[in-house]
Structure formats: C-alpha cells, structure tokens
C-alpha cells in the first residue's frame, strides 16, 4: 500500500474516533456521577441529528453561512440536552438508587418510546442533512482526496476533550463532577445538590450525544436506527477506556477508529468483531478500562437478596402447579393453531429467563448478553440438520453442549470480574458471537439465516412438537430449581451476599461462579435449539442486545428475588408482546412504557407481589389465632 494511502485511512480513523468521542464522553460523563447505565444514550445522539435535519436547513434558507449551519448545531444539541434533563427529572432520579439490572431496562424503555416518537414525527424515510456551507470541497494529501468536512471533525474531538479538561478543572461545577465520580456519598455527605449537580451532568451529558448526532448530517442521513448502531460502539469506547475516565475515553476512541479503518483491509471478514475482541481482551488485562478506577463501594446498588419462595411447596402452591400442568396438557385441545404457536414459545422463553435468573437472583451475576446462549444453542441444532442432516434428536442434543461450552469459555474471564464490568463484558462476548454469525455467511447465512431446521417426522405436528418442549423446559426448569436449593446453590447465594466471608471459609469464589454460568448458558442452549426447531429456521438476531433485554424484561416482570417468578414473568411478557402489540402501530411506545412502569411501580415483579400477598395473608391469620 502506498503511504500516501495509508495517511489518508489512518486520517478517516480519526474522524471517526473524534465523532466517537464527542458522544461517548457524554455517557462516560453520566456514568461517572449517576452510575446510571444510560442505554438511551444512543437515542439523544438520534435525536440530535434528526432535530438538526430541520433546525439547520431552516436556518441556511436565510443565509447560507457557516456560522449559521454551526449555530443550528449547537441548538439542535441544546434541545437534546433539555430533553436529557426532562428524562432525569421524571425518570432517572427515582432508579439512582437501583441496581444496573434495572436501571438498563428503564433506560431501554425510554429507548423503545423514543423511536416511536422518531417515527411518528419525522417518519420512516430517512431524511438527509445539508453539507457544511465552506466544508463542502476535498483537501489532496500527496496525491489522495480527502474530505474538508472529515479534516474539520478531526479537530472536534481535541476541542471537546480541552474544553471539557477546562470545564473539570477550573470550575465549580466541574470539580463537583470529580468529586461525584470519585465518591458520590461524601459529596452528598458535604451538602451538594446532588439533584442539581446530576441534573447538570444528564443536560451536558445529553448535550455532547445530541452534538455528535447533529454533526453527523453531513455525512449520514438520520434514520430510526442510529439509536441502536451506535450505542455498542459508545459502550465499547467508555468501558475500555474506562468508565468516567474522559482522557480514558478519547485514547480508547482513537484507537477503536484506527482499528475500523484499517481492520477493514487487514481483517475484511471480522470487522464487526474486531472492536468486541478489543473491549474483552482489554478488560481481561485491565478489569476497569486502561485508565478507569475500581468502583467505589459506597453507593453501589446490589441485587436483591434473599429467595421468597420456601424449598417445598405449600398448599397454595401445589394447587396453583397441579392446575398449571393440567392446563399445559389439556391446551392442545382447546387451543388454536395459532395460540399453540405462542403457548410453545412462552415454554421455550421461560426456560431461557429462568436460566438467566439463575445467574442473577441467585448467583448475583449481572448478564447482559445472554441471549448470546440462547442463540448458539439454536445455531448448533440449525446446521446440524442443515448442513450436516442429523435429525433432530442428536442436534437438540447438541444445543445444550453448545450453549455450555461457550458460557464455560466466556465466563472463564466473566467470572474475574465484578459490577458493571462485569456485566459489559457478557455484553462483549455476545456481540462477539452475534458477530460471527453476521459475518461468516458461507456457513451461517449471514443476515439471511437458515432456514429448513424442521423436527422430526414424529414431532412435526405442532400438538406434538409443543409436549416435547413442555416436557423438556418443564424438567430444565425443575432441574435448576433443584440445583438452587442444593448445596451448590446455597454456595452461589453466598458469594452473592458476601464475596470475601464465602472466601474466607474455603470457598471457591470463582469455581463456583463459573460452573454456574456455565450450567446457566447450557440450560439456555436448550432453550434455544428448542426454539430453532419451533421457527423452523435461525437468525443472527437470536442473539442480538434486544433479545437479551427481553430475557431481562421477564425476570423483572416475575421478581428476581423469586424462584418460579422468571416463569411467570416470561408467560406474562411474550403474550403481550406476542398477543397485543401487533394490534397497534405504536407497539414500541406501549412497550417501553410498560417496562418503566415495572421499574417504578413493581420492583418486586409479580413473583414477588404473590409471595407479599402471600406473607400478608399468612400474619393474618396468625393475629387472628393469637387475638382467639
């Protein structure tokens, strides 16, 4: 290659790393003070470039001056700060408090509701921005042409890094943000607003994601899906170069930006993974990013503790599981095709959340990216019939080896980790997997899938494929719950609770955490190649970020703090989803508003709700023995 080539794609880089930047320092900014992982921070940089889409050719109608493309720039973020500010005053303040399980899911609600609004406002073409008024010719670099515009976003992101350094270091508000990233608790301890002070910080934060956005319109069109393509990558930069470190985050975006520019030509058929292998293989060295610190242990939100459900069923129970089973076995009966359909998924579903509450409630594991499980088990089922033409007996029988060697590779290096790292690690080996199976389309069909995966002769019928799986993910989950109350889950519960007393005593503190996820990840392959043979084909999106939200959805819906609630949450999630949002164009709105209002009103989940009711009922009818 010649070198004046090279110069020019290592300059594209960092245009790249630069716009990068300027939108994860935002989040890196929020995180730092709040601890709120703000997954919505994709949708103000969507925002940013479609408010910029209609201030700023409104404004070059009167003179087609830079200054005036630049100022529609900074007033398009400025809305998009207020509209941060509103999301912190209504929402964020009532989850500071909570674990990141659950702030993740209120934020992915907001997510959902913002691209409804993008499409009912702006709709679903996506809509071009003007070029920069001066910005609009190429620049030659020895004898390659460079755009002037990418020149002019290479400086952007220093500018933002300086002035943001001034902003930290010589002012008050500033100083308070170090302060609240350092110890949040001591700053509050001191008599600072803090409601003022994060209020700030989600303005500016928001700020920066809407000016990256907006300043993106000469170069992209604004589309509904900008959201979700750049929050991994905005992840993927704050937690490698570690999360509230803004010097971290501008080292970690020029080299993510010089690792696509030229991973492209070196390495064409793994570009997507390129990034998640760097964000892994750093955390594995430096469990907290190249310049971040541990997390401060004082504020943090834990899980729940505590199982609400006693080992034995009482009488309550026992009718409520003898009417279940007796309605599974008799619905084929009464049910419709269609609602057979939806009845064999709810089974397939409850299995996987259980699996994932498993890891959670019990084992204090926070995963993001277990939907990566759910889908290589349904991957290994899929070309095993596919491609080599097993039948479905053995290739069901490899969903859940597959499953639970990938979890046991993968939580090999999960398992070192703790909190938020930890959890965006299972994040980065799911996009890593979800990668490949974009990626290797000689083998897995890319985003076209596979299709084909059928069951055997016996089980075609869809009465008899739906026996089979109710059979196999009522004895997984039955198996699970057996383990939860073995030995080995009492031990879980305990490195959950206490890391160090668990240490203490002789306990293997990483053994156990990694057969558990291991066992976790197998039930989930399970659950996947199940599910592979009920859709009749497989797709990268089995193992996608929005499926692993869901699977978090159903454990919040049913209470983490339960045993048997994943199932009830999984029944209850997938049938409205299933059932009632295709009724509505505005399903994502209905969604996203149905998940903060489980955030906000019933924490505790409907498992938790029923062992409350429970409880209640039962100091009732004590008093009224003792008042006898």
């Known amino acids: 290659m010649e070198p004046s080539f090279l110069l020019v794609q290592s300059l594209s880089g960092l245009a790249s790393a630069s716009s990068l930047f300027v939108i994860a320092s935002g989040l890196t900014l929020v995180f730092g003070v709040t601890r709120i992982v703000n997954f919505a921070h994709g949708s103000f940089y969507m925002l940013g470039a479609y408010v910029a889409v209609t201030i700023v050719p409104w ?122 990233t350092r110890d949040r608790e001591m700053v509050g301890a001191l008599g600072v607003n803090q409601a003022l002070l994060f209020t700030g910080t989600l303005f500016l934060g928001a700020f920066l994601a809407g000016l990256g956005g907006a300043l993106q319109i000469p170069r992209v069109s604004a589309s509904a899906h900008m959201d979700l393509s750049i929050i991994t990558e905005v992840f993927v930069v704050t937690v490698v170069g570690g999360m509230g470190s803004i010097t971290g985050a501008f080292l970690a975006a ?26 892994a293989a750093v955390l594995v060295v430096k469990p907290w990013g190249l310049l971040g610190r541990p997390e401060p242990a004082a ?15 009482g009488r309550l129970e026992m009718a409520l599981g003898a009417a279940a089973l007796a309605a599974l076995i008799a619905l084929p009966v009464f049910a419709d095709a269609y609602m057979l359909k939806v009845a064999t998924e709810v089974l397939v579903f409850a299995l996987a959340a259980f699996s994932l509450n498993f890891l959670v409630g019990n084992g204090g594991i926070v995963s993001f990216g277990h939907a990566a499980y759910f889908g290589l088990g349904a991957y290994a089922a899929g070309l095993l019939v596919t491609r080599i033409g097993l039948p479905m007996e053995p290739a069901l029988l490899a ?14 290096f999960v398992v070192r980790l703790s909190g938020i790292y930890l959890a965006m690690l299972t994040l980065a080996f799911a996009q890593i997997a979800y990668a490949v199976c974009f990626q290797w ?23 008899a494929y739906y026996y089979l799986v109710a059979v196999l993910s009522v004895a997984g989950i039955l198996a699970l719950r057996h383990v939860i109350y073995a030995p080995f889950g009492a031990t879980l519960r305990a490195c959950r609770d206490s890391e160090a007393r668990a240490d203490a ?41 929005p499926m692993s939200v869901d699977f978090l959805a159903m454990i919040l819906l049913g209470g983490i703090q339960t045993v048997m609630g994943p199932v009830l949450g999984a029944a209850a999630f997938h049938s409205i989803k299933d059932l009632f949002m295709p009724l509505t164009d505005h399903w994502r709105f209905f969604l996203g508003a149905s998940i903060i209002a489980l955030v906000l009103l019933f924490p505790r989940g409907l498992g938790g709700a029923f062992a409350m009711l429970r409880s209640r009922a039962g100091q009732r009818r004590l008093a009224a023995v003792t008042a006898a």
């Open 254 to 279: 020029v080299l993510i930006g010089q690792l696509q520019a030229f991973g492209v030509l070196i390495f064409p058929k793994i570009t997507l993974v390129l990034v998640f292998l760097l964000m």
């Open 59 to 180: 404004l070059l109608e009167f003179d087609r001056s830079p200054w005036l493309f630049f100022l529609g720039v900074l007033a398009s973020a400025a809305v998009v700060g207020l509209l941060g500010v509103a999301m912190e005053i209504l929402l964020l303040r009532r989850i500071y408090r909570v674990p990141e399980l659950f702030q993740l899911l209120a934020t992915f609600g907001v997510v959902l509701i913002v691209q409804d609004a993008v499409l009912w406002i702006w709709g679903p073409v996506d809509i071009p921005g003007p070029r920069a008024p001066g910005l609009r010719h190429g620049v030659y670099i020895f004898d390659q042409r460079f755009p002037a515009y990418e020149l002019f976003l290479i400086v952007v992101g220093p500018v933002v890094l300086g002035l943001l350094w001034l902003l930290m270091h010589r002012t008050r508000f500033g100083v308070l943000i170090r302060a609240a």
């Open 399 to 412: 969903a859940p080896m597959a499953g639970g060697l990938f979890a046991a590779l993968f939580g090999f």
């Open 299 to 313: 504020g943090r939100a834990a899980l729940p503790e505590g199982i609400l459900h006693p080992r034995h069923f």
């Open 441 to 463: 389309v000689e083998v897995t069909g890319g985003d076209n899938g596979v299709v084909g995966v059928w069951p055997s002769a016996w089980a075609a019928s869809r009465q």
């Open 505 to 545: 005593v002789g306990v293997n503190v990483r053994k156990h955490r990694w057969l558990g996820f291991s066992l976790a990840g197998s039930a989930a392959g399970l659950s996947g190649g199940l599910y592979a043979f009920s859709k009749g084909s497989i797709d990268p999106t089995l193992l996608s970020i």
